[in-house]
């Protein structure tokens, strides 16, 4: 089972248990049902979440004094929900996860629970414990603690109860329900709370006994002192205690540390920070000898500095060896940065707190903020005009290349994260840095593409296949393959300036050959880029910030044993966020700098299967060019045109095999990476072909892909089934996440606007054409960015007409039109059809 979260509320999918299936039912009637329970179902991350805040609800609910009057949920101060969002696991649609979000399915179970309170027979605390018998309901007794200027006694005590009609809620003295309440039920019931809480506190119990309960009373320092210890007693038998604030912040003693008020002689990972210790108790600042005198108090509470404090001599002990400690520590930068995380024992972590100083404020403010940084000078040899969000990407990764830390650039898919590297990469290629990027090889021809556009300064060399040998003086940016660093040894001998890995998700079982091969690369500085960060697997998340940054989240075991003894996402998410940058689609800000339809060119390779196809078929129709003529010609052109885009779609397409096994195509492999994202965002893609026969081939691929069937849709369809398929895929209540459509088939009249990517598999070479297909998604109707994806087989007829097309060289709009399909082809000379034909890359 797998909850995934959505924009608004959430999703199950994968069910198979009772309360799996219940939840992908009624999802938000039986996680209200969930709710009252104390027990967690299924090791799942992402229920144990949505459970831990239907609990929360109820935890409101029954600790709700003035519920049985009101009988309605009244909303918990925001700070409540702020501390849930700190708390969400890594889980698809985390990012969903907003104050607004929590408080939307807090709404959802008000309105379940009036409409059922509404029916109810009986009293509110009788509603609850028919859900669990085991929950115990405040009552509408009050114990209040109240300062007094008196030496003598110093507290006054108070009971109370609250009473009303028509939600209309009054305190009064718990006297008056001897007057208020005749019958003898109602005053069991009103007591009920006070009465468990006698059983267990003889303080209290000796109250009730004498009757003084019912009376305004005088504590002394002793007796407030005993008051104040057994509260969490008195609320969790359902008595309300109003109490001082000096005791909700006095109860926590810290030694507190300044780290890092000044820069250190050298910047880097292992600089070494001065710590600046201080005691406190509560809000207030402790010298060690006011410590030592409050120890020679006997233990209660201590009137000093104007306020109450709590004298507890094994706490202030404890403290005081701390702050000992801490005077003769220095601390690294890299311990600094994980936030608050000391090298002191765990039992002594609840009384130590590290802050960071003016200088180290600043390095994290930058990281965490990255608008703040300074703007790094641009290179002017950069073809590219960044867009805003792009710049502070640009500016966030020159300054932690600078400073040596280890940076997660995680935007969403298709917000340029390719672009934003090379843009660094030439801004640092005058200094004379050498990088190693290492990608999947389906990859490598779009790196070489886009550097040759934005960077073309930017010296390359492509280190896979038969070309192996290297000296880093030969460019400035060298790539290979994630399968190629295992083979070359060479590459473990140098250290690079800077290590990038592209699609980083490839590292992120630590077991693997692959993952130790590439951890065992030297560099000064490392960046990892992937649009889809690590979801569920927490033991991914430990392996890519293991690469990044080593040892921020301790050693392999120990992160295990923290996840076994229950993951704290509020730490975890508070150590990462400074080496991480993820931007998303659905932020606004982001939203207002993208246009509304983002075309994206994917460069694919030929595999060598491929490479020969083509090259015989280019030998078969140069030839036949010399010899024909006329409408043979142009058929002859035509045909060749169709065999070249089978080949590049796959071999087994040109010689009708039925394997089609994804290794031998780019194509199937590129498609596999952009699909493998939108699944894990679950989003929906239409994938579009100009060949009836790779429907099939596609669907029974893609079905592996996403786990699960998508539709398909071509001239084979009868008519009037297309509209059953249109609403299938369009239907919110189902993730039905791709549909396969022939471009002339599903070309023109659907409306798709569930889907918000498209891929071109294969080009019809008419803009016209194309774009009616993508305006499939792209129109009325569509509420999110549409993505559009173009595959373009490198050195092939498809790049060079592609580019043809965008340089409109030869070409006028008259030329091609809406139904001239490829004919404009046919009216080139030989010589143009010789170098349109002839493949231009290497064996």
Same mark, same amino acid.
């Given at each position: 089972?797998?909850?995934?979260?959505?924009?608004?509320? &959430?999703?199950?999918?994968?069910?198979?248990?009772?309360?799996?299936?219940?939840?992908?039912?009624?999802?938000?009637?039986?996680?209200?049902?969930?709710?009252?329970?104390?027990?967690?179902?299924?090791?799942?991350?992402?229920?144990?979440?949505?459970?831990?805040?239907?609990?929360?609800?109820?935890?409101?609910?029954?600790?709700?004094?003035?519920?049985?009057?009101?009988?309605?949920?009244?909303?918990?101060?925001?700070?409540?929900?702020?501390?849930?969002?700190?708390?969400?696991?890594?889980?698809?649609?985390?990012? =969903?996860?907003?104050?607004?979000?929590?408080?939307?399915?807090?709404?959802?179970?008000?309105?379940?629970?009036?409409?059922?309170?509404?029916?109810?027979?009986?009293?509110?605390?009788?509603?609850?414990?028919?859900?669990?018998?085991?929950?115990?309901?405040?009552?509408?007794?009050?114990?209040?603690?109240?300062?007094?200027?008196?030496?003598?006694?110093?507290?006054?005590?108070?009971?109370?109860?609250?009473?009303?009609?028509?939600?209309?809620?009054?305190?009064?003295?718990?006297?008056?329900?001897?007057?208020?309440?005749?019958?003898?039920?109602?005053?069991?019931?009103?007591?009920?709370?006070?009465?468990?809480?006698?059983?267990?506190?003889?303080?209290?119990?000796? =109250?009730?006994?004498?009757?003084?309960?019912?009376? $305004?009373?005088?504590?002394?320092?002793?007796?407030?002192?005993? !008051?104040?210890?057994?509260?969490?007693?008195?609320?969790?038998?359902?008595?309300?205690?109003?109490?001082?604030?000096?005791?909700?912040?006095?109860?926590?003693?810290?030694?507190?540390? %300044?780290?890092?008020?000044?820069?250190?002689?050298?910047?880097?990972?292992?600089?070494?920070?001065?710590?600046?210790?201080?005691?406190?108790?509560?809000?207030?600042?402790?010298?060690?000898?006011?410590?030592?005198?409050? #120890?020679?108090?006997?233990?209660?509470?201590? *009137?000093?500095?104007?306020?109450?404090?709590?004298?507890?001599?094994?706490?202030?002990?404890?403290?005081?060896?701390?702050?000992?400690?801490?005077?003769?520590?220095?601390?690294?930068?890299?311990?600094?940065?994980?936030?608050?995380?000391?090298?002191?024992?765990?039992?002594?972590?609840?009384?130590?707190?590290?802050?960071?100083?003016?200088?180290?404020?600043?390095?994290?403010?930058?990281?965490?903020? $990255?608008? %703040?940084?300074?703007?790094?000078?641009?290179?002017?040899? !950069?073809?590219?005009?960044?867009?805003?969000?792009?710049?502070?990407?640009?500016?966030?990764?020159?300054?932690?290349?600078?400073?040596?830390?280890?940076?997660?650039?995680?935007?969403?898919?298709?917000?340029? @994260?390719?672009?934003?590297?090379?843009?660094?990469?030439?801004?640092?290629?005058?200094?004379?840095?050498?990088?190693?990027?290492?990608? $999947?090889?389906?990859?490598?021809?779009?790196?070489? @593409?886009?550097?040759? @556009?934005?960077?073309?300064?930017?010296?390359?060399?492509?280190?896979?296949?038969?070309?192996?040998?290297?000296?880093?003086?030969?460019?400035?940016? *060298?790539?290979?393959?994630?399968?190629?660093?295992?083979?070359?040894?060479?590459?473990?001998?140098?250290?690079?300036?800077?290590?990038?890995?592209?699609?980083?998700?490839?590292?992120?079982?630590?077991?693997?050959?692959?993952?130790?091969?590439?951890?065992?690369?030297?560099?000064?500085?490392?960046?990892?880029?992937?649009?889809?960060?690590?979801?569920?697997? #927490?033991?991914?998340?430990?392996?890519?910030?293991? &690469?990044?940054?080593?040892?921020?989240?301790?050693?392999?075991?120990? *992160?295990?044993?923290?996840?076994?003894?229950?993951?704290?996402?509020?730490?975890?998410?508070?150590?990462?966020?400074?080496?991480?940058?993820?931007?998303?689609?659905?932020?606004?800000?982001?939203?207002?700098?993208?246009?509304?339809?983002?075309?994206?060119?994917?460069?694919?390779?030929?595999? +060598?299967?491929?490479?020969?196809?083509?090259?015989?078929?280019?030998?078969?129709?140069?030839?036949?060019?010399?010899?024909?003529?006329?409408?043979?010609?142009?058929?002859?052109?035509?045909?060749?045109?169709?065999?070249?885009?089978?080949?590049?779609?796959?071999?087994?397409?040109? #010689?009708?095999?039925? %394997?089609?096994?994804?290794?031998?195509?780019?194509?199937?492999?590129?498609?596999?990476?952009?699909?493998?994202?939108?699944?894990?965002?679950?989003?929906?893609?239409?994938?579009?072909?100009? =060949? +009836?026969?790779?429907?099939?081939?596609?669907?029974?691929?893609?079905?592996?892909?996403?786990?699960?069937?998508?539709?398909?849709?071509?001239?084979?369809?009868?008519?009037?089934?297309?509209?059953?398929?249109?609403?299938?895929?369009?239907?919110?209540?189902?993730?039905?996440?791709?549909?396969?459509?022939?471009?002339?088939?599903?070309?023109?009249?659907?409306?798709? %606007?569930?889907?918000?990517?498209?891929?071109? =598999?294969?080009?019809?070479?008419?803009?016209?054409?194309?774009?009616?297909?993508?305006?499939?998604?792209?129109?009325?109707?569509?509420?999110?960015?549409?993505?559009?994806?173009? &595959?373009?087989?490198?050195?092939?007829?498809?790049?060079?007409?592609?580019?043809?097309?965008?340089?409109?060289?030869?070409?006028?709009?008259?030329?091609?039109?809406?139904?001239?399909?490829?004919?404009?082809?046919?009216?080139?000379?030989?010589?143009?059809?010789?170098?349109?034909?002839?493949?231009?890359?290497?064996?």
């Amino acid at each position: 089972m797998q909850v995934i979260y959505l924009k608004e509320g &959430f999703y199950v999918e994968n069910a198979e248990s009772k309360w799996a299936l219940k939840l992908q039912a009624e999802p938000f009637e039986t996680l209200y049902e969930l709710g009252f329970s104390e027990t967690i179902l299924e090791d799942e991350p992402g229920l144990n979440y949505l459970v831990k805040v239907a609990q929360t609800f109820v935890e409101v609910l029954k600790t709700d004094g003035d519920l049985e009057v009101t009988r309605k949920f009244r909303f918990p101060d925001e700070t409540v929900y702020e501390n849930l969002v700190q708390e969400v696991p890594f889980v698809i649609g985390s990012e =969903f996860v907003t104050v607004t979000w929590l408080q939307a399915i807090h709404q959802t179970f008000a309105e379940l629970f009036a409409q059922e309170l509404a029916v109810f027979p009986g009293s509110v605390a009788e509603y609850i414990q028919a859900k669990n018998k085991a929950l115990i309901i405040a009552g509408r007794v009050y114990f209040h603690l109240i300062e007094r200027k008196d030496a003598d006694s110093p507290f006054a005590f108070l009971a109370t109860y609250s009473s009303g009609e028509k939600g209309k809620v009054s305190h009064f003295p718990l006297k008056n329900a001897l007057l208020e309440f005749h019958d003898t039920k109602e005053m069991l019931a009103l007591l009920s709370a006070v009465g468990r809480v006698a059983n267990e506190s003889v303080f209290i119990s000796q =109250f009730v006994e004498s009757g003084e309960l019912f009376a $305004p009373l005088r504590f002394n320092e002793q007796e407030a002192y005993q !008051f104040l210890k057994e509260t969490p007693l008195y609320e969790a038998n359902g008595v309300i205690c109003r109490i001082p604030n000096f005791w909700k912040k006095t109860q926590k003693s810290t030694v507190k540390i %300044t780290i890092g008020d000044k820069q250190p002689s050298h910047v880097g990972i292992d600089a070494l920070l001065a710590g600046r210790p201080e005691m406190y108790l509560g809000e207030d600042r402790y010298t060690k000898e006011e410590i030592k005198a409050l #120890l020679q108090q006997s233990e209660g509470l201590a *009137f000093i500095k104007g306020k109450w404090v709590e004298v507890d001599h094994e706490k202030l002990a404890q403290l005081l060896e701390i702050y000992e400690a801490a005077q003769e520590k220095e601390w690294s930068l890299f311990e600094a940065l994980r936030q608050g995380q000391s090298t002191i024992e765990n039992d002594q972590q609840a009384f130590l707190e590290t802050t960071n100083g003016e200088w180290l404020s600043e390095i994290i403010t930058n990281m965490t903020t $990255p608008r %703040t940084i300074h703007k790094s000078k641009f290179p002017g040899s !950069f073809q590219a005009t960044l867009r805003p969000y792009q710049e502070t990407g640009y500016n966030w990764l020159t300054f932690m290349q600078a400073h040596g830390f280890g940076a997660l650039l995680a935007d969403d898919m298709g917000l340029g @994260k390719t672009v934003q590297i090379l843009a660094l990469l030439d801004a640092i290629r005058p200094q004379k840095k050498r990088t190693l990027l290492v990608l $999947p090889a389906s990859l490598i021809e779009n790196w070489k @593409k886009e550097a040759a @556009k934005f960077a073309p300064k930017l010296a390359l060399r492509v280190l896979h296949g038969k070309n192996l040998t290297f000296d880093l003086t030969d460019a400035d940016l *060298f790539i290979t393959t994630y399968g190629m660093v295992a083979k070359i040894d060479a590459l473990k001998e140098e250290t690079f300036d800077l290590l990038i890995l592209d699609e980083a998700q490839a590292i992120k079982n630590p077991a693997t050959k692959q993952t130790k091969s590439v951890k065992a690369l030297h560099a000064q500085a490392k960046i990892a880029m992937t649009g889809t960060p690590i979801e569920n697997q #927490l033991s991914d998340l430990w392996s890519l910030f293991d &690469f990044l940054n080593p040892g921020l989240l301790g050693s392999s075991k120990e *992160f295990k044993q923290q996840m076994k003894n229950g993951a704290d996402y509020r730490t975890l998410r508070k150590m990462i966020t400074p080496f991480t940058l993820r931007r998303l689609k659905t932020d606004q800000q982001i939203i207002s700098d993208l246009p509304e339809k983002n075309e994206i060119k994917e460069y694919i390779a030929l595999s +060598k299967k491929q490479i020969a196809l083509y090259k015989s078929v280019q030998k078969e129709m140069l030839q036949a060019l010399e010899v024909s003529e006329g409408m043979q010609r142009k058929g002859m052109v035509l045909t060749a045109i169709s065999k070249f885009k089978q080949i590049c779609n796959h071999p087994d397409q040109y #010689l009708g095999n039925q %394997t089609f096994k994804p290794a031998m195509s780019g194509k199937f492999e590129t498609l596999a990476d952009i699909c493998r994202t939108i699944r894990d965002k679950r989003e929906r893609v239409l994938i579009f072909t100009q =060949f +009836k026969e790779m429907c099939e081939p596609l669907h029974t691929f893609l079905a592996e892909v996403f786990g699960q069937e998508g539709l398909v849709l071509h001239g084979g369809t009868p008519v009037k089934h297309r509209g059953d398929l249109v609403d299938t895929f369009n239907a919110p209540e189902t993730y039905t996440p791709y549909m396969i459509l022939s471009l002339k088939a599903g070309g023109v009249g659907l409306n798709l %606007t569930a889907a918000n990517h498209i891929i071109h =598999f294969d080009r019809w070479w008419n803009p016209a054409i194309e774009n009616q297909a993508t305006d499939r998604a792209f129109r009325i109707g569509q509420e999110k960015n549409v993505f559009v994806y173009k &595959f373009v087989t490198s050195g092939t007829i498809e790049e060079k007409i592609d580019q043809m097309l965008l340089e409109k060289l030869q070409l006028s709009t008259e030329l091609i039109t809406e139904t001239s399909g490829e004919q404009w082809l046919t009216e080139m000379s030989n010589e143009e059809l010789k170098q349109l034909f002839t493949l231009e890359v290497n064996p």
